[in-house]
Every structure is written in structure tokens, then in C-alpha cells.
């Protein structure tokens, strides 16, 4: 019975010490006796083979002795979903930003402008890995630190029908901030229709800010996307219901907002700025340093309408696969 | 001919319906002493198959609950492990086959009452 003997040894090695010989005793028992009963209705003793054929039936060493342990698991059903919806938000939150400075180096950092944008996500698609695997594992270190310590909190059964989120219908819009949208979208188109028509910034004694022709340009651009903003907000106030048509013409609107902040970040001079106070010989020197803080400006309101334009196409993407926003989803998760 | 798809989620239902039974049904042939084979092949002979990597941890969880009692002893020139319900175990086994009639009456009558709303058999019963 040297096969009986190994697969028993086998068994034995996964078993909780304490009741190693106990179990392996009985299971010894359980096979000795069928092997006996094969015999007697054989009439003779069985091959290695009837018996390795034995022994398959009963199962894997591994999965005998996985019978006798208790059950484990390093995040249990309780807690799983909120892990796997905390691992989603850090995916977000760790990507997403990375990928908004990386894209600010490659527009605002000229050493960055000679690789392509490919190659510059790829040289830092390792660090990216590496970042998602430590946060990966902090985040499950965190959760399983919770699974054990919150059976003995009464975390389940302390809760309060009454406190649960109101829910939220992710397709009223506000009326307040379609009130606030058209207002402050009406004085900003009047200012940047005087703006564009003039070309004069600042007209004062000692100092005089003038766009330049490429300035002007990009002014009436933003006037143009301001005013369809404007009656968009207007349509807003009147059906305070968001349609995907509605959504898709807003991602559409962000979409133009990042490129033409983008492109005016990349212009160069935007503005000249003159006066009697600034001597010639420092002109130069005093325009170049405004139109670079101009840019930075410029470039960080592209990277907020990026950022703008990606909430939105997620509210669209939720609209159309008909699901409660992630936002909602979170604040549930909290609460509940 | 194809598998039948359904065959594993049935197979998995059928799994979880046995569940609750398999243990009534090991603690009310535990009213008399038997080994862990002998008790296996007592349950197949009454329709009832259990298989070994069920049976033997359930005996010790159903040991350690309290619910079993059980004994090395010798026997045909070998050790066996005999089990039987404990004291506390047949106060749990009458309750708990109270409660099995229960669900029995229950089931029945929501059969019954789906039978005389449709046209549709009502599955034999053993």
C-alpha cells in the first residue's frame, strides 16, 4: 500500500498541525475500507492502477485537506465591494492627474518637445506600474486590516434606514447654476466682445496693455464658445433635464475650450504691454517674462477644461450605459 | 449533442438544497452509533449519496459544535472512529425536523396552489 501511504503523506502536509494524525487516521480508515469492500466483490487484491483510480475519485491531497480548514479569505463578501470600488477611485485618482502633468510638461516644457507624446507615456509607464502596484497593495493591506477587526465593531449591524443618501437625479440640473452660468456667461461675453473689437487691454497714462493680432484672434474664439455656453445655459434654465444631445454638445464645448487654451498656452505673445515708465531697453525683457506668466495661465485653465471635459464624458458615458454616477456611487458606499 | 448549459447551475442548486438536509440527515442516523464508512454507504443505501469530502469534515464541525460524540475503537482488527448524536444533538435534531416539517407543509401548499393556477405538472415527491 506504498501508494495509499504517499497519498496520505500528501494530504498530511496541508492540514492544521494540531489535527494532522486524527484526520489522516480516519481518512486511512475511509480508504482501507472501501479497498476492502473492492476486494471482496473482486475477489482479489486491487492493482496500483484500481487503486491510484481510488484515490482520483477521492480528490487532489490539496483539496482533501482543504475540507478540514476553516474558511479564509483576506477580504471577505461584506467588505469586497467597497474594495473593489475604493480600488477603482485610486486607479482614478493616481491616473488621471499623472497623465494631466505629464500632458502640462509635454505643452509648457520645451526640453519634452523634441520626443513625441507616445514616447513620453512610455517612459513613464513604469513608474506609472510601479505606483499602481504599491497603491494596489496598500489598498488591500487597508481592507484586510478592516476584515478582521470589523466583526468585533458591530459596524454592520449599527446603522440608521434614516440617515441613507437622498437619491439623486443625475439628469436635473440645478436651476440656481444655470441662473449663475447665464449671468456670469453674459457679462463675460460683453467684456470679451469689447476686448476683441479694441484690442486694448489696459489704456492708462504710464502704461498701455494692447493684444496682439494672434491675441485678438484667439479672443473672439473664446467669445464665439462663450456665447454658445451662454445659450446653452439659457436652454438649461428652461428644461432642467440634461439629454445626451444637451451632454454631448457640453463635452463638445469643453473639448473646444481645452484646444483653444491649449493653442493660446503655444502661441507665444498674447499681449504687448508699453508705457513711458518702462524704458525700451527693458521692454523686451518685461514682455517676454508677462506673456510667459500669460501662458502658464492660459495652460493651467486648458488643463482644468480637460479635466471639465473628462467629468462630463464619463457623465455621458454613464447616461448612455444608464448608470448612477460614480459620485453618487461613492457617497451611497459611505453612507450605506 | 451539446452540453446542456444549465446543467452546472443546476447542479450548483441542487447543491445548496441538499446542504441544509445532509446535515438532518447525518444527525438523525447518528440516533445510532456508527463509523464514518459504514454511515456513508447507510445513506447511499437510502438515497441519500454523500461524498467523502463532505461527510468527514461535517462530522467534525458537527463534533465540535456539540452535536456529536465520538470514539476510537477497535474493531475487525482495525481503529475506527464511531460517531453518535450527543445529548444536546437530539434536542437540536427534533427541533430542527420540526422545523423541516414546516418548510415541508409550506412548500406543498405553494405547490399545490401553483398547480391549480396552471396546467403544469407538480413534480413527483419521494
Given at each position: 500500500m506504498e501508494l495509499l501511504d504517499r497519498y496520505l503523506h500528501a494530504i498530511k502536509f496541508w492540514l492544521p498541525r494540531k489535527q494532522q494524525d486524527d484526520i489522516i487516521a480516519e481518512i486511512s480508515e475511509d480508504l482501507h475500507s472501501q479497498i476492502e469492500d473492492h476486494?471482496?466483490?473482486?475477489?482479489?487484491?486491487?492493482?496500483?492502477?484500481?487503486?491510484?483510480?481510488?484515490?482520483?475519485?477521492?480528490?487532489?491531497?490539496?483539496?482533501?485537506a482543504n475540507g478540514y480548514s476553516p474558511q479564509h479569505s483576506l477580504i471577505g463578501p461584506v467588505l469586497f465591494p467597497i474594495y473593489v470600488l475604493v480600488l477603482k477611485i485610486a486607479a482614478l485618482c493616481f491616473v488621471?492627474?499623472?497623465?494631466?502633468?505629464?500632458?502640462?510638461?509635454?505643452?509648457?516644457?520645451?526640453?519634452?518637445?523634441?520626443?513625441?507624446?507616445?514616447?513620453?507615456?512610455?517612459?513613464?509607464?513604469?513608474?506609472?506600474?510601479?505606483?499602481?502596484?504599491?497603491?494596489?497593495?496598500?489598498?488591500?493591506?487597508?481592507f484586510a486590516v478592516i476584515e478582521r477587526t470589523q466583526a468585533n465593531s458591530g459596524w454592520l449591524e449599527k446603522?440608521?434606514?434614516?440617515?441613507?443618501?437622498?437619491?439623486?437625479?443625475?439628469?436635473?440640473?440645478?436651476?440656481?447654476?444655470?441662473?449663475?452660468?447665464?449671468?456670469?456667461?453674459?457679462?463675460?461675453?460683453?467684456?470679451?466682445v469689447e476686448l476683441a473689437s479694441s484690442g486694448i487691454l489696459l489704456n492708462q497714462a504710464n502704461i498701455h496693455i494692447a493684444l496682439t493680432a494672434a491675441g485678438r484672434e484667439f479672443v473672439w474664439i473664446v467669445t464665439a464658445v462663450s456665447l454658445f455656453g451662454v445659450?446653452?445655459?439659457?436652454?438649461?434654465?428652461?428644461?432642467?433635464?440634461?439629454?445626451?444631445?444637451?451632454?454631448?454638445?457640453?463635452?463638445?464645448?469643453?473639448?473646444?475650450?481645452?484646444?483653444?487654451?491649449?493653442?493660446?498656452?503655444?502661441?507665444?505673445?498674447?499681449?504687448?504691454?508699453?508705457?513711458?515708465?518702462?524704458?525700451?531697453?527693458?521692454?523686451?525683457?518685461?514682455?517676454?517674462?508677462?506673456?510667459?506668466w500669460i501662458s502658464l495661465f492660459v495652460g493651467i485653465t486648458a488643463v482644468i477644461c480637460a479635466i471639465i471635459a473628462i467629468v462630463d464624458a464619463v457623465r455621458l458615458i454613464l447616461m448612455k450605459t444608464n448608470r448612477q454616477g460614480w459620485i453618487n456611487q461613492v457617497s451611497g458606499a459611505v453612507q450605506n | 449533442m451539446s452540453p446542456n448549459p444549465n446543467s452546472d447551475l443546476f447542479e450548483n442548486l441542487k447543491g445548496e438544497l441538499r446542504r441544509g438536509s445532509l446535515i438532518l440527515a447525518v444527525l438523525a442516523e447518528l440516533r445510532s452509533e456508527k463509523y464514518g464508512y459504514t454511515l456513508r454507504k447507510d445513506l447511499?443505501?437510502?438515497?441519500?449519496?454523500?461524498?467523502?469530502?463532505?461527510?468527514?469534515?461535517?462530522?467534525?464541525?458537527?463534533?465540535?459544535?456539540?452535536?456529536?460524540?465520538?470514539?476510537?475503537?477497535?474493531?475487525?482488527?482495525?481503529?475506527?472512529?464511531?460517531?453518535?448524536?450527543?445529548?444536546?444533538?437530539?434536542?437540536?435534531?427534533?427541533?430542527?425536523?420540526?422545523?423541516?416539517?414546516?418548510?415541508?407543509?409550506?412548500?406543498?401548499?405553494?405547490?399545490?396552489?401553483?398547480?391549480?393556477?396552471?396546467?403544469?405538472?407538480?413534480?413527483?415527491?419521494?
Open positions: 476486494e471482496s466483490q473482486l475477489g482479489r487484491k486491487l492493482s496500483d492502477n484500481e487503486v491510484a483510480a481510488l484515490l482520483r475519485k477521492r480528490g487532489r491531497p490539496l483539496l482533501v488621471v492627474p499623472r497623465m494631466l502633468v505629464l500632458t502640462g510638461f509635454f505643452i509648457f516644457e520645451p526640453k519634452y518637445h523634441t520626443q513625441g507624446l507616445g514616447s513620453l507615456i512610455a517612459h513613464t509607464w513604469s513608474e506609472l506600474w510601479f505606483g499602481g502596484f504599491v497603491t494596489f497593495g496598500i489598498v488591500t493591506l487597508i446603522w440608521d434606514p434614516l440617515k441613507l443618501p437622498k437619491v439623486k437625479d443625475t439628469r436635473r440640473i440645478p436651476r440656481a447654476s444655470s441662473v449663475i452660468e447665464v449671468v456670469i456667461g453674459i457679462i463675460a461675453v460683453m467684456w470679451l445659450g446653452m445655459s439659457t436652454l438649461n434654465l428652461f428644461r432642467p433635464f440634461w439629454t445626451r444631445v444637451r451632454l454631448a454638445l457640453r463635452v463638445v464645448q469643453d473639448l473646444v475650450l481645452t484646444l483653444v487654451f491649449g493653442l493660446m498656452a503655444r502661441a507665444g505673445a498674447l499681449i504687448i504691454l508699453s508705457g513711458a515708465s518702462i524704458p525700451s531697453a527693458k521692454a523686451v525683457e518685461v514682455n517676454a517674462a508677462v506673456n510667459m | 447511499a443505501d437510502k438515497g441519500m449519496e454523500i461524498d467523502e469530502g463532505t461527510l468527514y469534515p461535517l462530522l467534525r464541525r458537527l463534533e465540535s459544535q456539540g452535536l456529536l460524540t465520538s470514539q476510537w475503537r477497535e474493531e475487525d482488527k482495525r481503529n475506527k472512529r464511531f460517531y453518535r448524536l450527543s445529548a444536546d444533538g437530539e434536542l437540536i435534531l427534533l427541533r430542527l425536523l420540526v422545523e423541516w416539517e414546516n418548510i415541508d407543509a409550506s412548500l406543498n401548499k405553494i405547490l399545490k396552489e401553483q398547480h391549480h393556477g396552471t396546467t403544469g405538472p407538480v413534480p413527483a415527491r419521494n
